[in-house]
């Protein structure tokens, strides 16, 4: 156990070794620098309470954010409480334990959006949303460290018989939520940890036929839902990317969008699911709808497609779900041939998610290579090539790839031509 006069030279000289090694300052009794083979450097301050036999410590914080001179000053301040009587670590352990009783699991969600929600995930609304929806009502005001394994089970079986997939998204929410109030030192035990997924899930393998989408494609503009929804959908529907990151398109991230050859959308890394910046080529349609959007923009909008409740903001991600939702419970047959495809979309509504999937399944029918299909969706080739070192953007692939695409979408929703009259004349005699 070193004991030495500290001074800043000596401090940073002090590497890690293979095992804790302690200093102790010869100025202030009870400091003391200890040092972990990781080589992370803390102050300490060791005491014993009035009235006690047992000896105390307490952090006072990191080296070299807490300098010399400032974990003197600190270790000094404490020294003079432990005089009078008090016991910091006593009471910093009782401050703990009585704001973990009075914790709510409001409150926790609210630290997990902010904290962390917000700064590690771009899906961090639909986190939001799905506590909102799902969770909170039966939770809010429950002590977050009472929440039990069958409250969890519970809960989630009860969201499962409503919605499978719900019940797994939340899980995971959940299990997630939990796991970072462990490690901040709210709770001490994740109550959904290693528990099964709940909702028994199928396969998801729905898209969008040809006459769907030209059903859908003359219903989204019909009103039913407000325009920046139906103009989002749309473009989703022709670009083939992920509602949020369509929903969060800022004009900010669009460039050279007066030139038609080189307009394209570009989605920094931290609003990507893989933590990847993305380009999107747009061709015609999805450049005409970005233009115009941009047309109708008022001062201070700062998103392509902004909400209608909140002005300076981008409209909400199940926002797209509730539009489609609306304009599918909406359909009706207008004309000959409409009817196969009103009804398979009400019997089974397609998602948002689905027009990427459609998408996708389209480019492979159109005879776009593999490659420039993972490209368009932003999907890594799994590869270390791929993950890390090929950077290459397939730009003029992926325009060639989303031109083609528009091309058999703008085949499918142009009007049948008139039918032609037939004029049958007989034969002279």
């Not at 200890?34 to 450097?41: A, E, M, T």
């Not at 349609?285 to 909400?307: C, K, M, T, W, Y």
């Not at 019997?347 to 948002?352: C, E, K, M, R, Y």
């Not at 270390?384 to 730009?395: A, M, S, W």
């Amino acid at each position: 156990m070193p004991t030495a006069l500290l001074n800043d030279a000596m401090l940073r000289g002090i590497a890690g070794g293979e095992n804790l090694v302690e200093f102790w300052d010869q100025r202030v009794p009870g400091l003391c620098l200890r040092v972990l083979p990781s080589g992370i450097r803390t102050w300490t301050f060791r005491y014993r309470p009035k009235d006690s036999l047992s000896l105390k410590r307490l952090g006072l914080g990191r080296y070299p954010e807490v300098g010399l001179a400032l974990a003197r000053e600190r270790a000094e301040k404490k020294r003079v409480e432990v005089a009078g009587g008090a016991d910091p670590q006593g009471e910093r352990v009782a401050k703990r334990e009585a704001e973990r009783r009075a914790l709510t699991f409001d409150r926790l969600a609210d630290s997990y959006i902010e904290r962390y929600a917000k700064r590690q995930k771009t899906s961090w609304r639909n986190d939001e949303l799905l506590l909102a929806a799902h969770v909170r009502a039966t939770w809010g005001s429950c002590k977050a460290d009472k929440i039990t394994r069958a409250d969890a089970a519970a809960l989630l079986d009860e969201i499962a018989k409503r919605a499978p997939t719900s019940a797994n998204r939340t899980q995971s929410i959940l299990c997630k939520l939990f796991n970072w109030a462990i490690e901040s030192g709210h709770i001490e035990v994740n109550p959904v940890a290693q528990m099964k997924q709940r909702g028994k899930e199928s396969a998801k393998d729905r898209t969008v036929s040809p006459n769907e989408i030209r059903v859908l494609w003359q219903a989204i503009g019909n009103g039913h839902v407000y325009e920046s929804v139906a103009t989002a959908l749309r473009f989703m529907l022709l670009t083939g990317q992920r509602p949020g990151e369509v929903t969060g398109a800022a004009i900010a991230e669009l460039a050279e969008i007066d030139n038609d050859a080189r307009a394209r959308l570009e989605i920094p890394a931290d609003r990507m699911k893989a933590r990847r910046a993305h380009v999107v080529p747009l061709a015609p349609i999805a450049l005409q709808i970005v233009r115009e959007q941009l047309n109708r923009a008022f001062q201070g909008q700062d998103h392509v497609f902004p909400s209608h409740f909140a002005a300076r903001g981008p409209i909400a991600r199940h926002s797209m779900s509730q539009g489609l939702g609306r304009i599918i419970a909406g359909l009706q047959v207008t004309k000959d041939g409409d009817a196969e495809a009103v009804a398979s979309l009400k019997a089974n509504p397609p998602t948002p998610h689905d027009f990427r999937r459609t998408v996708a399944t389209g480019l492979a029918a159109l005879g776009v290579l593999r490659e420039d299909r993972l490209a368009v969706l932003a999907h890594a080739q799994g590869d270390v090539h791929g993950l890390h070192y090929d950077k290459y953007e397939r730009l003029k692939e992926k325009r060639a790839a989303l031109e083609a695409w528009e091309r058999h979408v703008s085949e499918l929703i142009a009007p049948a031509p008139a039918a032609e009259t037939v004029v049958k004349i007989g034969r002279r005699r």
